[in-house]
């Protein structure tokens, strides 16, 4: 297994503004994963983030909206931009530990005023 | 494209019964099968994973089985506990085995 973290664990944000959430994991992983929850709904994949390269996102979401950076094998960075209430959600990261099997961190809540 | 369903949505049991929840899935070729614990407003618990080519896994009182063939799963919970109390999500490991398709859900309420 491994320990992930999250940070913020939750956030209220305004309109318009951006919001960039960290993944922490303490052991070296290849791939990292970015999910959206939105209320009341299933997680969804948002994109993949392997280190020294480019995320690469499901449909749907695009980089300008939700930049990722993978600067090493234990961390990552979300950015939610230009936020509106519809990105009111939980946002979670997840690493795949052995081949084809992830373990998920606490989430982020986000609000959107 | 892959689709996940668990049924049913919800469902609430006295303290000490077994349970079942289960999990469909459309398209068979997956990699495997993960059965995940979400508490309120958290992130998720990994509870198990049954490979593609395992009929079961067991841990403490829950079992998971998988069914490829019919694109089914059950996890079953013994002895239900108020700490079981909880939204189960099941998802399938498919698109080059590292990209999870999650179900629905089934939020448990285990009342004293």
């Known amino acids: 297994s491994a320990v992930i973290s999250q940070k913020p664990s939750r956030d209220i944000c305004q309109r318009g503004t951006s919001l960039t959430i960290q993944c922490q994991v303490d052991?070296?992983?290849?791939?990292m994963f970015w999910y959206r929850q939105q209320p009341g709904q299933s997680l969804t994949l948002i994109a993949t983030?392997?280190?020294?390269?480019?995320?690469?996102?499901e449909s749907g979401f695009v980089i300008d909206k939700f930049p990722i950076s993978r600067p090493n094998l234990t961390f990552s960075t979300l950015t939610v931009s230009n936020m509106s209430p519809e990105d009111s959600s939980i946002y979670l990261c997840s690493v795949e530990v052995r081949p084809y099997e992830q373990y998920f961190g606490p989430g982020t809540r986000l609000t959107v005023t | 494209k892959q689709e996940v369903t668990q049924i049913p949505a919800a469902l609430s049991v006295p303290e000490g019964e077994n349970l079942v929840l289960n999990c469909s899935f459309t398209d068979s070729a997956i990699y495997n099968l993960q059965w995940f614990r979400q508490d309120p407003g958290k992130g998720l618990t990994s509870l198990l994973l049954?490979?593609?080519?395992?009929r079961e896994q067991t841990s403490g009182r829950l079992n998971a089985s998988l069914d490829k063939s019919s694109g089914r799963s059950t996890l079953y919970i013994a002895a239900s506990q108020p700490g079981d109390s909880a939204t189960y999500l099941c998802a399938v490991s498919t698109g080059g085995g590292n990209k999870l398709t999650f179900g629905t859900g089934t939020q448990l309420k285990v009342e004293l």
């Open positions: 049954i490979q593609s080519s395992q």
């Open positions: 052991s070296q992983v290849t791939m």
């Open positions: 983030a392997n280190q020294g390269s480019e995320a690469t996102y």
